[in-house]
């Protein structure tokens, strides 16, 4: 079973366009509307306990693979499941069933504001629980064992290629070692075309980028004539586009990478290449001109503007119910990552590594919840995270990382280290907020023989871990007493002050 997910603003458009396919059938859904129009209406009572909340509309679609046979009600009990599982058990939805492609499918329209609190289902590493869900609703219902749509396009590894990994970061973290275990070949290669193909470039292009980075191609025609295919070789290891995924196949090119082919145009170009390939960069020089092809990709983000009357109140707010000393919050201020803007929004400033301001998150109920939401204005990439570095040296290469569930949760861990040091820790620290599993640093994550996974000790931040831990084996869960960060620090505090009263009045503990 795949599934698809997408979030939008308008319930209208989409019931239309729901109830308008051929043979669509309203099937389940717990919605006293029967058609579009009263479900539209119906939706406005959600919409109204959240007035500003944006992107409030869920869309899924769940297809069946071929072989299975589902009837109405059994398809609407898996849509119940499946939209109790990912998090829905207060909110709207109703369930749709169409027959217009080859695969059985339905369509579930739902609002993401619960309707006992009014708050926004949370959607960090949806996909990730979507395909967990999935796969247990096939093994339930005896259904056909798929893989997910994204295992399609880029096939995983080998289970003795993930021993070898584990092996070697085992051997790295006990000082075995002296760096980390190198990614697998076949992974390598993908992340080099992605990267290279990132402007849907002509193919030549993308063949002698392709060559630049030290991989080897090879195109010809298939044995029924009609289209090329396409091979790869790097370190004395060749792929086929096929083993590489459905995404690196000559037409896969095309289709899902973007990469323009017009035979024409293109095959007396690429045969020059294939007969007189252009000398590979230096690593340094190579990784130079792929950033430089992804950065004229992205627009440049520009920031909201800040209203400057009201910092000293949110400054208030932070140092006194929040208790994150001057100078997080001030030095966050001075650097222009943390303010609020003429809409009175409480912004945090993401970045990518190399400190470029990508774009930004929004806590807009900072009494209720540690939430945000993407500022999804103008932002240039999906490669930027709020993050925050303390102890050591500035110049100082960073040793330890955190990764927390949001803004306030990492200011409030650093605020607890702090504490925990009796000043700032010994070693250059990084707390970065990991809110989708699809924008995880993994190339830097993996340099690091331990990171610390600290995100929230409730039901989200233990889904959200278990996922992390999975893509990286050196990850070490460190779990909260509190639901939270902000709650950690406050009862940390009260302990250190409640101690040092004690050795005031004489007594030690």
């Known amino acids: 079973m795949i599934g698809k997910q997408t979030k939008g603003r308008g319930f209208r458009k989409l019931l239309d366009y729901l109830e308008s396919r051929e043979d669509a059938k309203l099937i389940g859904g717990n919605m006293s509307g029967r058609n579009a129009r009263e479900l539209a209406r119906e939706f406005k009572l959600s919409r109204q306990l959240n007035s500003d909340a944006e992107r409030v509309v869920y869309h899924v679609s769940l297809s069946a693979a071929k072989g299975d046979k589902l009837d109405d009600e059994k398809w609407s009990e898996i849509g119940d499941r499946y939209m109790k599982e990912m998090g829905f058990d207060a909110n709207q939805f109703a369930i749709f069933r169409h027959h217009n492609t080859d695969d059985d499918h339905i369509h579930i329209a739902a609002s993401r504001i619960r309707m006992d609190t009014g708050l926004v289902v949370h959607d960090s590493w949806d996909y990730v629980r979507s395909e967990k869900v999935l796969r247990q609703i096939e093994i339930d219902y005896d259904l056909v064992q798929v893989q997910g749509s994204r295992e399609k396009l880029n096939r995983t590894p080998s289970t003795g290629q993930i021993r070898r990994i584990r092996r070697e970061q085992e051997e790295f973290s006990q000082g075995q070692r002296d760096s980390p275990p190198q990614r697998i070949i076949k992974e ?211 040793e330890n990382v955190f990764l927390c569930s949001t803004p306030i949760d990492a200011m409030s861990a650093a605020t607890y280290l702090i504490s925990s040091f009796k000043g ?48 990286l084996p050196q990850g070490q869960r460190l779990k909260t007493h509190n639901p939270d960060w902000s709650q950690e620090l406050e009862a940390h505090l009260r302990e250190e002050q409640q101690k040092q009263r004690q050795q005031d009045r004489g007594f030690s503990l």
């Open 188 to 398: 390598s290669v993908q992340q080099t075309i992605d990267r290279a193909g990132v402007d849907n470039p002509q193919m030549p292009t993308l063949i002698m980028r392709l060559q630049l980075a030290g991989i080897s191609v090879r195109t010809g025609l298939t044995r029924n004539g009609k289209s090329k295919g396409i091979s790869y070789e790097k370190d004395g290891q060749a792929f086929s586009g096929t083993q590489l995924g459905a995404a690196y196949t000559f037409p896969g090119l095309q289709k899902h990478r973007g990469v323009d082919y017009q035979p024409e145009r293109d095959d007396e170009p690429i045969h020059e290449l294939l007969l007189k390939p252009v000398k590979p960069l230096p690593v340094e020089e190579l990784e130079k001109f792929l950033q430089e092809i992804e950065r004229k990709q992205q627009p440049q983000f520009t920031p909201p503007q800040e209203d400057k009357v009201v910092w000293q109140v949110l400054h208030k707010y932070l140092n006194e119910k929040r208790y994150i000393p001057d100078y997080i919050s001030q030095g966050l201020h001075n650097n222009q990552l943390l303010y609020m803007d003429e809409q009175r929004n409480i912004l945090f400033i993401k970045r990518d590594l190399d400190g470029e301001k990508t774009g930004a998150l929004i806590w807009s109920k900072p009494r209720e919840n540690h939430r945000t939401v993407e500022y999804d204005q103008n932002t240039s990439t999906q490669k930027g995270w709020f993050y925050l570095r303390l102890g050591g040296q500035p110049t100082d290469k960073v």
């Open 424 to 471: 700032l820790p010994p070693t250059r620290t990084m707390l970065i907020v990991a809110d989708d599993p699809n924008n995880l640093p993994m190339e830097f994550l993996r340099s690091f023989n331990r990171v610390v996974v600290a995100f929230n000790n409730d039901d989200l931040g233990n889904k959200t871990a278990s996922a992390v831990l999975e893509l």
